[in-house]
């Protein structure tokens, strides 16, 4: 953009003042794509000197025809980004993908049957959904899917299953996912019990900032299972977990008084 030395320049995002007959050009352009277009268009206007410095455009054709497009719609509507929020719109669109095998979409799907939102709740629809989407390898799918085994949401308890999906989203490092599979081997629920790998999980998980993991970690610390014992390290980690979980607040508390007495 070439910009003449003598041009007014807007003082607040630098892009040369628009004359009136411009403005009204690009209106009257903008009408026209209103009625091609799902125009969403954020326009922030100077007062008294129409410098339009922040535009966006999302064109329903061709962008809502592919999976990804649809996908990305739906999340704005169930996010609340730019539109109203509106569950039973984003169910829409991700129904719209998730039809063309768009994993992400299966996923985000499955969520709202879970949920209940922008459809009725049920739990067997969103396992089938979580499935799909796991067996395209998406890690939060996979977890979603462990997570139904294990509480028994729309499915049978099954702690091997759980076990099973909790491992394929652990290796990805998805960190709840590590919590989870951590949980398992320490209370040998569908696996043989193995503290130590437990510990393992959950220092990568906390390494992470999962919070429960940090807490557990700590617990393990504190009482060496294992790990060596470690209080200064345990309580470094109940620390980290104290602003969210309430035993991580305790256990902090217990250690310090004890420290204190000693």
């Not at 799918?141 to 076990?163: M, P, S, T």
């Not at 217990?254 to 000693?262: A, D, G, N, T, V």
């Amino acid at each position: 953009m070439v910009i003449s030395e003598s041009a007014e320049v807007c003082p607040q995002c630098g892009y040369p003042i628009r004359k009136k007959a411009l403005r009204r050009k690009i209106l009257k352009f903008l009408n026209f794509l209103w009625g091609l277009s799902f125009v969403y268009l954020i326009v922030n206007v100077t007062v008294g000197q129409g410098c339009f410095y922040r535009f966006c455009t999302v064109s329903q054709k061709g962008v809502l025809d592919t999976p990804e497009g649809q996908y990305n719609c739906g999340l704005q509507f169930y996010n609340g980004n730019g539109v109203k929020q509106d569950y039973s719109q984003a169910v829409k669109y991700f129904k719209q993908a998730a039809e063309q095998g768009f994993p992400d979409a299966q996923y985000m799907l499955g969520v709202c049957y879970c949920e209940g939102r922008g459809v009725n709740k049920d739990h067997a629809e969103a396992v089938n959904c979580f499935r799909q989407a796991a067996a395209k390898g998406n890690a939060d799918a996979q977890f979603a899917l462990g997570r139904c085994y294990y509480l028994g949401l729309g499915v049978q308890i099954d702690y091997g299953e759980a076990v099973k999906y909790f491992r394929q989203a652990a290796v990805k490092d998805l960190p709840e996912a590590q919590y989870m599979l951590g949980v398992c081997y320490y209370n040998g629920w569908g696996i043989k019990q193995d503290r130590a790998e437990a510990a393992n999980l959950w220092t990568k998980a906390a390494a992470q900032g999962e919070v429960y993991s940090c807490y557990m970690l700590g617990f393990c610390y504190e009482k060496g299972i294992g790990v060596p014992q470690d209080t200064a390290k345990a309580i470094e980690l109940y620390r980290n977990a104290a602003g969210t979980v309430p035993e991580a607040q305790a256990a902090l508390k217990r250690l310090s008084e004890k420290i204190f007495y000693e």
